[in-house]
């Protein structure tokens, strides 16, 4: 038998054990990173979580993290709250961290570790951001949990998108998120919603008026990259490298990466 099959085999064998055993809920301590010390579950997790964290988000929240502490942090796209923790650990106790994560699956795993780790100053929302309160249908084809599940894209064939392993979800957007008191002002935003980031953005244009946040995006398609720079660019905003030198580099180039949006200056 091939090894990668054996591999394979011995993986789910594991992942089994731990879901049945309840195994899967023990607390570990991340190892590395901004958040060491602070507690997630020990299933699902990977090595960015106890080893070696992603490094344009830790980068970019060391750079500023003078800045934005005792402030408030935006994190569109949770996921398990794997960065949401590194922020609480920028801003401290002083600051407060809102974030937003609307697979159920997630948002329960986000939850969990917002408690163990006792984060009075973290709520999380199990929404989708975006233009204006409504619904729509996740795309849950990757599996529970997966950090690919995603609103339609433009272009998407609509039968493809509903046929496959879909599930309704609430939308919010900042704005009235912020107008109902819900949220404060951020200074800091990490955008990562599977090329929702325009509809995300535009749900802000009011906060946009009145602040210049710094923001990390993660860019996934052309046509996200065109949305957000047709609504910040006009503000003030160019994309640098998130790691190194943090030079300007043209918005295009960041397709299928992340770019540092930094606040422009007054």
């Not at 569109?76 to 609307?102: D, N, Q």
């Not at 973290?122 to 996740?138: D, I």
């Not at 912020?178 to 404060?184: D, P």
Request: charged share 25%; net charge negative.
């Amino acid at each position: 038998m091939p090894q990668k099959s054996l591999s394979t085999i011995a993986k789910n064998a594991a992942r089994g054990i731990l879901l049945s055993s309840g195994a899967s809920e023990i607390p570990i301590k991340i190892k590395q990173g901004l958040a060491k010390g602070y507690r997630v579950t020990l299933y699902p997790c990977t090595a960015n979580w106890r080893l070696v964290p992603e490094a344009d988000v830790e980068t970019v929240l060391d750079q500023i993290k003078d800045e934005i502490r005792g402030k408030v942090c935006w994190d569109f796209g949770s996921h398990f709250g794997r960065y949401t923790l590194s922020m609480h650990a920028t801003v401290g106790e002083e600051g407060g961290v809102y974030s937003f994560e609307p697979n159920e699956y997630s948002f329960n795993k986000l939850q969990k570790h917002i408690k163990i780790n006792n984060l009075q100053n973290a709520k999380a929302f199990n929404v989708g951001l975006s233009e204006e309160p409504g619904v729509s249908q996740l795309w849950l084809g990757a599996g529970e949990g997966s950090t690919y599940s995603h609103l339609k894209y433009p272009g998407e064939d609509e039968e493809d998108f509903l046929a496959a392993d879909t599930v309704q979800i609430q939308l919010e957007s900042i704005d009235h998120l912020l107008a109902e008191g819900l949220i404060e002002p951020a200074s800091f935003i990490k955008v990562d919603v599977e090329g929702h980031g325009g509809a995300a953005l535009r749900g802000a244009k009011n906060f946009f008026k009145d602040h210049r946040p710094h923001l990390l995006v993660s860019f996934h398609s052309t046509e996200e990259v065109d949305e957000i720079r047709e609504l910040l660019e006009p503000l003030g905003y160019t994309t640098s490298e998130p790691i190194g030198d943090f030079r300007p580099t043209p918005w295009m180039d960041f397709l299928g990466k992340s770019a540092w949006l930094k606040a422009p200056e007054s």
